[in-house]
């Protein structure tokens, strides 16, 4: 069974720091390219960044390049998502996903549920 689980998400001060966890089994970690996302309500959901399956340098989208890094455990089955000088605009709820390469067992795509990520005062 697929999973992707997502956790560490809370409330956090603006100027705080959060660090997010996704957890992934039922697969072969090391073949998917993973992804984070955030979605704020009434918004789309948005790319934050990317990190290869093997040794690549993560990619950040623009909005969050310098204030967030992504970082895997290929060991550990979990990629990780650290997010400092957290700003109002970063509420939202905080989601992971598996991208397949050619070499993975599925062409499927996966998705965790989701964190809430809060930053308020």
């Known amino acids: 069974q697929v999973q992707l689980v997502e956790s560490g998400g809370g409330l956090v001060q603006p100027g705080g720091s959060l660090n997010l966890s996704c957890a992934a089994s039922?697969?072969?970690?090391?073949?998917?390219?993973m992804n984070w996302y955030r979605q704020a309500p009434g918004k789309e959901r948005e790319l934050l960044g990317a990190i290869a399956p093997v040794g690549g340098m993560p990619s950040y989208t623009g909005s969050v390049k310098g204030r967030f890094t992504i970082s895997r455990d290929n060991a550990k089955n979990t990629v990780y998502l650290q997010m400092s000088r957290l700003k109002l605009e970063d509420t939202a709820t905080y989601f992971c996903?598996?991208?397949?390469?050619?070499?993975?067992?599925?062409?499927?795509?996966?998705w965790g549920q989701g964190t809430q990520v809060t930053v308020s005062s």
């Open positions: 039922g697969f072969t970690f090391s073949l998917y390219f």
């Open positions: 996903e598996a991208v397949p390469t050619d070499l993975a067992e599925s062409p499927l795509t996966y």
